[in-house]
């Protein structure tokens, strides 16, 4: 063998030959989209914890020759043709990887940190907050009805319609249950529009409210006892779990790691869930994710439609909870300040920060951020039941 054949050996064996052959204009458009991605990530920072690591999970997939990650193998395991082992054994690192997804043990574990790190005390102590995150998830059923017009199956348009609570655990779990093909698109819409809640929010925010609704100065809430804070937990996932066997998961991690936060007695096991639990995860869950965004199955007709339905979703999300605020504030005659409505989808603190922000343009001496998260957190809630009906109704 020659030079010139050990030469043109290698530039044969190596990606960059992988641009020229069928599709490789695909890898190198997605390749785009992730270094794209990347941008937004670490300069814009938008959502960079996971953002970055989906992106470099795209673009590691996407690397012709790479043997990362083979959603053929997938295929195959959902039509029942092999199992894990053979993944084991043939897949790529990637794989490795999104078999915490497909099992939904990521989403699970990320449910459990976010439990550690959240005070359920300003949900006790004003329990009507709980129907402002219910009406919040209007978004959720309208994407769904929506998706089904634009030609999607009933288990896909649940999927879509997720976006629509703000919670990027619950519309990853959903969706590798119902759709794990459109996985990579919907994970892009529910954690970008996450991001961008600071923007897509207060426009809508001003538009159903007046100004003196927005200068509503709300009283200070009761404290919560401890006793209350250990019960609740334990009282939600029986109540809930029962009525939705499917939401076991979900809500059993979230108020697992709830319970470790407030009994007191378990703190080094919530810190482990708030940091190096959810830190791991974080990193394992985001390059899955990220993983399944090859260009073949990502650049289509059904992409741009997820990407719009997402966002109108995101945006009656929005606006439910506003009604919903406007409604409570009538029947409070005035207690009530509306724009915590908006804090009942699920991002949280995101959402009750913005609507903190909002208030206090139009009243500086206007807190809502206490008042704000009992919503914020009855939308996590929320959006956990909305996913558990759908999985039970499609699953």
């Given at each position: 063998m020659n030079v010139g054949e050990i030469l043109l050996k290698l530039w044969n064996d190596s990606g960059f030959a992988g641009f020229g052959v069928s599709g490789g204009w695909q890898s190198l458009v997605m390749i785009i989209i992730a270094c794209g991605l990347l941008y937004l990530g670490i300069v814009k920072k938008f959502e960079p914890l996971l953002l970055v690591g989906i992106a470099f999970g795209c673009l590691l997939s996407n690397l012709p020759g790479g043997g990362l990650y083979h959603p053929e193998l997938w295929t195959a395991f959902m039509n029942g043709e092999l199992g894990f082992g053979t993944i084991l054994h043939d897949g790529g690192l990637l794989d490795i990887f999104y078999i915490g997804?497909?099992?939904?043990?990521?989403p699970c574990l990320i449910f459990m940190g976010?439990?550690?790190?959240t005070d359920f005390g300003p949900l006790l102590s004003n329990p009507k907050s709980l129907l402002l995150g219910a009406a919040a998830q209007m978004g959720v059923f309208a994407a769904f009805f929506g998706a089904i017009l634009l030609g999607f199956t009933g288990p896909q348009a649940a999927s879509i319609g997720i976006i629509g609570g703000a919670d990027g655990p619950t519309a990853i779990f959903l969706t590798s249950r119902l759709a794990p093909e459109l996985l990579g698109p919907i994970a892009i819409a529910a954690y970008s529009y996450m991001a961008l809640i600071p923007l897509i929010q207060p426009p809508f925010m001003r538009m159903l409210t007046?100004?003196?609704?927005?200068?509503?100065?709300?009283?200070?809430?009761?404290?919560?006892?401890?006793?209350?804070?250990?019960?609740?937990?334990?009282?939600?996932t029986i109540f809930v779990a029962l009525l939705l066997p499917s939401t076991a998961p979900?809500?059993?991690?979230?108020?697992?790691?709830?319970?470790?936060?407030?009994?007191?007695?378990?703190?080094?096991?919530?810190?482990?869930?708030?940091?190096a639990l959810m830190n791991i995860v974080t990193i394992l869950l985001s390059t899955s994710?990220?993983?399944?965004?090859?260009?073949?199955?990502?650049?289509?007709?059904?992409?741009i439609k997820i990407v719009v339905l997402g966002v109108c979703a995101f945006i009656l999300s929005t606006i439910g909870g506003m009604i919903g605020g406007k409604i409570m504030c009538w029947a409070t005659r005035g207690k009530v300040n509306p724009l915590i409505g908006s804090a009942g989808v699920s991002a949280?603190?995101?959402?009750?920060?913005?609507?903190?922000?909002?208030?206090?343009?139009?009243?500086?001496?206007?807190?809502?951020?206490?008042h704000a998260m009992g919503p914020n957190v009855a939308g996590v809630i929320g959006s956990a039941i909305a996913a558990g009906f759908l999985l039970?109704?499609?699953?």
């Open positions: 997804v497909k099992s939904s043990i990521y976010v439990g550690a790190m007046t100004k003196e609704e927005r200068k509503i100065v709300m009283t200070q809430t009761r404290t919560v006892s401890k006793t209350e804070k250990i019960v609740f937990p334990i009282v939600v979900l809500i059993g991690c979230l108020m697992l790691g709830n319970l470790m936060r407030e009994t007191g007695v378990t703190d080094r096991l919530s810190d482990t869930m708030q940091n994710v990220g993983a399944t965004m090859v260009g073949s199955t990502f650049l289509t007709v059904e992409t949280v603190p995101m959402a009750a920060r913005v609507s903190n922000k909002e208030g206090q343009k139009w009243n500086p001496s206007n807190f809502l951020l206490m039970a109704v499609f699953g």
